[in-house]
């Protein structure tokens, strides 16, 4: 069954506290993305990376750090350096860059 | 990136009356487009998509129009059923850009 996996569902941080998002893809692409959704708005770009090893930062950057170890993995990890964390984040992959993209069933995130 | 935009936030129809979604895009150089539906608390999924050297493309009950010359895309359901109901977006990819550039999203709300 392929596609993006991302988990967990539901994430809930403490003030203060650093937190890892997974995301997984089994399609096969090279290009990740992660997606941050506020309640009512459209989707703002955090990171992205086109190849392994490699990444850049998107339109909301602040707070938040990536990896590209492996080309099915793409992690992002909210710090507690970004002051307002609590979104929906949707991870995407495409074949190519700025292709159609696929995505995963999003993490919701809540700052308690 | 330019804004990408959509003329109405709410949309109700009844169910069987065809739907009508547009979007308002400001970079004429934008070549890729794309309609993506998101129901609550899931990620967006492909419905459509089109290049910017075609007018129209037609999918199972969806036709997504182009024009260039007003810089509108649109998107029509026909048929509308309760399961269309949803958040549809529409996405632009504007020349040797890495990813895509969403709107805020149109809410449809079918009525039985």
């Known amino acids: 069954d392929g596609g993006i996996t991302q988990s967990p569902k539901y994430l809930f941080r403490k003030e203060g506290q650093n937190v890892t998002l997974s995301c997984e893809q089994n399609?096969?692409?090279?290009?990740m993305y992660w997606y941050r959704q506020d309640p009512g708005q459209g989707l703002r770009l955090i990171y992205y990376?086109?190849?392994?090893?490699?990444?850049q930062k998107g339109d909301i950057a602040e707070g938040y750090s990536v990896s590209r170890e492996k080309k099915e993995s793409f992690p992002l990890t909210v710090t507690s350096a970004q002051k307002n964390p609590t979104a929906f984040y949707l991870c995407?992959?495409?074949?190519?860059?700025?292709?159609?993209?696929?995505f995963g069933q999003g993490t919701r995130l809540t700052v308690v | 990136g330019e804004s990408v935009g959509l003329h109405l936030p709410t949309l109700s129809v009844q169910e069987g009356d065809n739907s009508i979604i547009n979007c308002a895009y400001s970079?004429?150089?934008?070549?890729?487009f794309i309609w993506y539906k998101q129901e609550s608390g899931k990620g967006p999924q492909f419905i459509i998509d089109?290049?910017?050297?075609?007018d129209k493309r037609q999918g199972q009950r969806v036709t997504v129009l182009l024009n260039k010359t007003v810089k509108h895309l649109s998107l029509q359901i026909a048929a509308t059923q309760p399961g269309d109901s949803a958040v549809y977006f529409c996405?632009?990819?504007?020349?040797?850009?890495?990813?895509?550039?969403f709107g805020t999203g149109t809410r449809l709300t079918v009525i039985p």
């Open positions: 995407a992959s495409s074949e190519g860059q700025g292709g159609r993209a696929f």
């Open positions: 970079n004429s150089a934008s070549d890729y």
């Open positions: 399609l096969n692409h090279d290009a």
């Open positions: 990376s086109q190849i392994v090893n490699d990444f």
């Open positions: 089109i290049r910017s050297n075609m």
């Open positions: 996405a632009e990819r504007e020349p040797g850009a890495n990813n895509l550039f």
